[in-house]
């Protein structure tokens, strides 16, 4: 059997201090190689060269329309701001490459819809980058669940502390216009998560949220200054109250809650908190014959703790212990882009399905939508049978 070919694929979104640096770094040599970079900032496209002299002989493109229709490209990895994800995977999914594209997969349902509408009629492969789904604390849990050990699960929460939520204030992600809100750019991972650990999709929401802290600082960015994003991650960002550097204009919430009925009668919860001193993504999966949580993340050190008997909760009747890997967000990055050249070389499909991927965003625009409108109930519009089938089966024709 011949070997499989090198991919040969090209990144919208070059800035190697932001997330594209994760692609640069750790995409598998021996599947895949760089062909060509764009990004529609000078300084970016040089700070690229500048960073990595290995990729000297990469294509550089100002302009992604350009990038997409580049012969010699098989994929396009889209690593842009939010706001952008539908316009240019249209695009590129139109021009017949295969597109990884960084989550949430777009700020609205209906651009989720037309994205996936577009990969169904063109059968160009398309991957969500939900790089959660390869954490080994999330497949522990996973596994714990699936095992049957606490029974048929019920009853989810998540409680996301982000202690260094201060960044997302210092960018785009501060405005809606660019992200629809926190509770969707970042939530989409957690939802997600819940989603898959549970065995169903988010039916109906009700949410809550607030802008209370952030938008009472002082000292807030000059017009083209350049955020100073890393700050926030150092013991320095605190208290938040008398943080300096903001987005000029902020109107996206720092604290909200949503609850969720999904479709096979689980209910869950997931709760955000932006300026918490610590970080954690916190989850309990309650089911008929026990509990488990996780204490400690992806960064760092963490234990899945699972009660199978009544108890205390100082004393759980098993603890797992789960070792830290090397790699950016617990080691999932190099999992993921492993992930993707594999779906495209081999044909296997990654864990998470472009449905997924669009119903993790369809809870969170909705809960936006909930908590900006009087707490209003929301449902999960549907999606055509026939794309929930075809992306179900790993975007197979069928
Ligand atoms: N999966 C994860 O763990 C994870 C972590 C961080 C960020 N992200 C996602 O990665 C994406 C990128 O985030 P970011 O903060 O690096 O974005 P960003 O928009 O700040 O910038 C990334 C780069 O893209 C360039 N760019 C922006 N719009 C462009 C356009 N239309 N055409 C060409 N170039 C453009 C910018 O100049 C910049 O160099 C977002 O969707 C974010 O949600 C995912």
């Not at 060509?36 to 300084?43: G, K, S, T």
């Not at 996936?116 to 939900?130: I, N, P, Y």
């Not at 849990?141 to 699960?153: A, L, P, V």
């Not at 499909?349 to 900006?372: D, I, K, Q």
């Amino acid at each position: 059997m011949n070997p499989s070919p090198i991919v040969n694929f090209g990144v919208i979104g070059a800035n190697p201090q932001l997330r594209a640096h994760f692609v640069f770094n750790n995409f598998p040599r021996d599947k895949a190689a760089l062909l060509a970079v764009c990004d529609r900032d000078p300084v970016m496209r040089k700070r690229f060269q500048e960073t990595y002299p290995e990729f000297s002989n990469v294509r550089i493109y100002s302009d992604y329309r350009d990038l997409v229709q580049d012969p010699d490209l098989q994929a396009v990895f889209i690593v842009v701001r939010d706001s952008f994800h539908e316009e240019i995977a249209v695009a590129a999914l139109e021009a017949g490459k295969a597109v990884y594209l960084e989550k949430p997969m777009a700020i609205t349902i209906e651009g989720c819809d037309r994205i996936l509408e577009t990969a169904f009629r063109t059968g160009a492969k398309l991957m969500v980058g939900h790089n959660m789904r390869y954490m080994d604390f999330v497949l522990k849990m996973k596994e714990i669940i699936d095992s049957g050990i606490i029974g048929e699960i019920q009853c989810v929460w998540c409680r996301h502390f982000v202690g260094y939520g201060s960044c997302y204030f210092r960018h785009w992600c501060a405005e809606r216009e660019n992200c629809t809100g926190l509770l969707l750019q970042k939530g989409a991972h957690d939802i997600d998560i819940i989603h898959w650990l549970a065995g169903g999709y988010t039916q109906r929401v009700t949410a809550m949220g607030r802008l209370s802290v952030y938008n009472r600082t002082g000292n807030r960015l000059q017009p083209g200054e350049l955020p100073d994003r890393k700050i926030s991650f150092t013991p320095e960002a605190w208290p938040p109250l008398e943080l300096k550097g903001l987005n000029p204009h902020i109107d996206v919430e720092d604290h909200s809650m949503l609850l969720m009925q999904l479709d096979n009668g689980v209910q869950a919860s997931y709760e955000q908190c932006m300026y918490a001193p610590d970080s954690e993504r916190n989850y309990t999966f309650i089911g008929t014959r026990g509990r488990i949580e996780n204490v400690g993340d992806y960064n760092g050190k963490c234990e899945i703790h699972v009660w199978t008997q009544r108890g205390s909760r100082q004393e759980p009747d098993i603890v797992y212990h789960v070792k830290s890997r090397t790699g950016t967000h617990g080691g999932s990055d190099p999992q993921i882009l492993n992930s993707f050249f594999d779906f495209l070389r081999e044909g296997t499909p990654p864990s998470v399905s472009p449905v997924a991927a669009r119903n993790a965003v369809a809870a969170g625009f909705l809960g936006h939508y909930s908590m900006r409108n009087g707490n209003v109930p929301a449902t999960v519009p549907p999606l055509r049978p026939e794309l929930i089938q075809y992306f179900e089966n790993g975007q197979a024709s069928y």
